[in-house]
């Protein structure tokens, strides 16, 4: 059982910046790809980013390529989704979540199988 716990969220302004940190606990991270995804009421869970074990292959949505970044420390069981010039439209809630061994598609919400409580994320114009 992987234990994976979301924090950095809070309030920020449009242009700004924001570290959002998914840290596990329980059983390592492995050498599962993990995942952030994104929700706001009403609608469907999104996908954000994702990045392999080794951290050499990341990729991301078409709205958040070039303002965010997806790391990871092994050695700390810490997946780090970096934030920047923020937008309103970023405003929701994140998750991060570890890809099964065998996933397809990274893109995929079902390739995954744990996932974290979620950290806020508001972004004012």
């Known amino acids: 059982q992987v234990q994976l716990v979301e924090s950095g969220g809070g309030l920020v302004q449009a242009g700004d910046s924001l570290r959002v940190s998914c840290a596990a606990s329980?059983?390592?991270?492995?050498?599962?790809?993990m995942g952030w995804f994104r929700q706001t009421p009403g609608k469907e869970r999104e996908f954000v980013a994702a990045i392999s074990w080794s951290g050499s292959n990341t990729i991301y949505a078409a709205s958040v390529k070039g303002r965010f970044t997806i790391s990871r420390d092994n050695a700390k069981n810490t997946v780090y989704l970096q934030m920047n010039s923020l937008k309103p439209e970023d405003t929701a809630d994140y998750y991060c979540?570890?890809?099964?061994?065998?996933?397809?598609?990274?893109?995929?919400?079902?390739?995954?199988?744990?996932w974290g409580q979620g950290t806020q994320v508001t972004v004012s114009s």
């Open positions: 979540a570890r890809a099964t061994t065998y996933a397809s598609s990274w893109y995929n919400q079902w390739e995954y199988d744990f």
């Open positions: 329980g059983r390592t991270l492995g050498t599962n790809a």
